[in-house]
């Protein structure tokens, strides 16, 4: 007898939010077109633009009133070769195209905050601090493991911070959070077929931070960004199912639980004989925290393990302060993945450690600053096995990505 249970909850799994191009895990830092120019490197504490609310909220007393606008262009590019075996006959499925990826998707960001006296400032922003893109080809032969995979997470945050002292500032930011997910894969054994989920919702998130200066032009900032579980509701929407599989199509109400993580970030800048500025970042991401993905509908309960571990990711960037109106930066980053084995890497989450290299200048003219950033990630090769009831997937994921942010400020 065909079991219907079973194979909604392998159309229902597609659902994974996952990433592939950006930070490790899905996680993303592409709203300072300044801060891509260093890899992120001193975040929150360097003080030359005005995200400070997004990465560390004592950081904006760096700054008077002012706001910016800018946009991150992310280039994904990944071939996969492999093969699908079959798990119910243990046979080999018949040669599909190989996978690939070449998209490009654009990340805006805008923040903007008014200095209140010499102690205070209040501010906010619009960003996007997690995310994904995986689009393959939708032919290629793990299509029942992920066509299309895309999560947007945009923070709305509005944000303060406190000089307590003459050497130490306090800030706090309070972050109304909107996540959509919309995935697409095909049913096992009929690539033809195409089967759709759509989530949304929102929930409160929350962001700490401390930045302490002994000495004019050296400060150290530590930033605490607490987890947001979410409940995201939509549809799941089969079509073109064939056979005894055609009872599948139609549209199914949906609910998933899922919890974005905790965070730790560590940064220090120095500004070395008035000509150079040194900064470093190390980051904590508690991600042991998506151990499994939990998905509900009428008819069945998915809970798929995913078993992640916590990284840490390191990040060090130098600033030329060339002139008035020139300043030239550069920087490296190492990024792992916290996928732990081949067994738990899918299609939707190719994920692998990675190495930023970054380059990136700023143009200052009376109120006016612009900025440009770019980075090119190095991928390294990721092996999947992953099973599922039905097909298992073995495949080598060779990715690359290129990123490049602009950006313009203006100082009130």
Partial sequence: MFDYKKFLLIGISAAVFSSNADASGYQLNEYSATGLGRAFAGSGVVGDDYSAVAFNPAGMNLKDSGGQM????????????????????????????????????????????????????????????????????????GSSHGISTELEVVDFALGGAYKATDTLSVGATLIYRYVHGDIINSLPYQPQSRNQMDLDGWEWAYNFGVMYEPIKDTRFGIAYRLNSAHKVTGKNRIKRAQGPLAALNGSRDGVSKMTLPNQLTLSAYHKLNGSFGISGTARWTKWDIFDNFVMTSPVVEAVIPENWKNVW????????????????????????????????????????????????????????????????????????????NYTTLNARHRNYSNMLGVQFQYNF
């Fill in 70 to 141: 800018g946009i991150s262009t992310v280039q994904m590019h990944s071939i996969v070769e492999g093969k699908l075996h079959d798990n119910v006959y243990h046979q080999q499925l018949p040669d599909y195209p190989e996978g690939k990826m070449d998209f490009y998707k654009v990340l805006p960001s805008a923040f903007g905050q008014y200095r209140v006296n010499d102690k205070a400032v209040i501010g906010g922003g619009i960003y996007t601090p997690f995310g994904l893109a995986s689009i393959y080809n939708s032919d290629w032969f």
């Fill in 313 to 388: 990711t390191y990040s060090l960037g130098v600033d030329y302060y060339y002139s008035e109106q020139w300043t030239l930066r550069t920087g490296i980053s190492y990024d792992p993945t916290p996928i732990r084995s081949a067994k738990y890497r899918t299609a939707r989450i190719p994920d692998s450690d990675r190495l930023w290299t970054t380059l990136g200048v700023s143009y200052q003219t009376d109120n006016w600053q612009f900025d440009v950033g770019y980075a090119h990630l190095f991928m390294r090769t990721a092996k999947s096995h992953n099973s599922d």
